[in-house]
């Protein structure tokens, strides 16, 4: 009897391990499918136009997401990237369950987002950089006591919690004062904090450093690593700064026109849509006109510093016949900055979309 209890103990601790082994290993969001769409009024100005509308009133279809499918792993920092209106915000706020979509379906944290549940609502947090979630005319102390209430916290915890991220973004002296006095810097590092004291597993960042000087900006950057390492929370930004990209992100997706144009390593899309690098030469006497067309490369001049595009494959090759013939004394290879590699794909979206609205007959 005695063993039959054993082993029937060991088989229940084995299902339990890997039960809990397979919800460690399952995604934290799981996207399949996800579109929205909108009606929108078209409004013609003027009078008459507007008295004609309160008849027949003229509308169309907006497709903010066409069939976005996307997983996201525990612990991941993803970077959502696309040119205005590409349906970004959009994402992040069906993943956040205040929108519903027309067709498709998500989970985030074994949740259907848009039911909202409240188990769902405590273990993730949504900051938008044009949006604020403290209140106005109080102090953040006060608004950080109200988030404790609302999610219940340990007092003990939440004390803890909030002085280590006080602490972390050096804003001990601002939590006092009313947050309409607080400049736009501190008060998203306040945002920040709000946020995370709750401690959740998934952070959705919407521009969160908009509008942010640089030292605001490299303070944020490094609050955001710090927090995802030492919690492993799963974090996906939007962002058009490419310097939050190159410091945080590690994977990056690109959204246009509603449609994921490219998921991968920050890394790989850099080897993947360029085909040069960038080689400047600073020399001691600047070469001449002639010399730099025989080189064969596209190339801008300032003075004795020459900046050429070589191809990949042809930098060992290249290099070495013009440091022979010219004095050189300096020179730095580099890639494409990563502005230009984005902007690139933008507009080759872009024009990959107008192609086929216009084979479609404009129902792209």
């Known amino acids: 009897m005695i063993l039959v209890f054993a082993r029937w103990g060991l088989y229940c601790f ?13 995604p934290v969001i799981d996207v399949h499918g996800l579109a929205k769409h909108y009606r929108v009024a078209d409004k013609q100005e003027g009078l008459a136009s507007s008295i004609r509308g309160l008849f027949h009133r003229k509308s169309r279809t907006v497709e903010a997401l ?12 993803v970077a959502i990237l696309g040119p205005n209106g590409a349906g970004k915000t959009t994402f992040l706020k069906l993943l956040a369950g205040i929108i519903t ?29 044009q949006k604020n979630q403290l209140w106005w005319d109080l102090p953040a102390a006060e608004s950080f006591r109200l988030h404790q209430v609302i999610y219940r916290l340990d007092r003990q915890r939440f004390e803890q919690t909030r002085d280590e991220l006080v602490e972390l973004l050096d804003v001990g002296r601002l939590i006092h004062q009313p947050v309409r006095e607080l400049s736009l810097g501190e008060r998203m590092k306040l945002e920040l904090i709000a946020a995370l004291l709750h401690e959740p597993e998934v952070l959705l960042l919407d521009e969160p450093t908009i509008g942010l000087d640089v030292v605001a900006q490299h303070s944020i950057h490094g609050f955001l690593r710090k927090v995802q390492t030492e919690r492993g929370t799963t974090v996906l930004l939007t962002t058009h700064y490419m310097k939050d990209v190159a ?7 690109v ?7 490219y998921d991968g ?84 979206g872009r024009d990959e979309y107008a192609l086929a609205e216009t084979a479609s007959g404009g129902q792209a």
Not at 106 to 115: D, I, K, M, N, Y
């Open 14 to 26: 084995a299902m339990t391990s890997s039960s809990s082994d397979s919800r460690s290993l399952s």
């Open 66 to 77: 066409r069939g976005v499918s996307l997983t996201v792993e525990p612990g991941e920092f």
């Open 101 to 129: 979509p027309t067709t498709g379906a998500a989970t985030v944290l074994g949740h259907v987002p848009w039911q909202r549940h409240d188990d769902f609502r405590r273990r993730f947090a949504l900051v938008m950089g």
């Open 247 to 253: 410091a945080l992100c590690r994977r990056v997706v």
């Open 255 to 261: 959204i246009t026109h509603g449609r994921i144009l």
């Open 265 to 348: 390593t920050l890394t790989e899309i850099i080897d993947r849509f360029t085909t040069h690098k960038i080689v400047t030469l600073d020399f001691e006497q600047p070469p001449s006109e002639t010399t730099i067309a025989g080189w064969g490369y596209p190339c801008e001049r300032d003075g004795p510093q020459v900046r050429l595009r070589i191809d990949r494959e042809r930098i060992a090759e290249t290099l070495p016949r013009i440091l022979a013939g010219e004095s050189v004394l300096d020179v730095t290879v580099e890639d494409v900055p990563l502005e230009d590699v984005i902007a690139d794909l933008f507009r080759a």
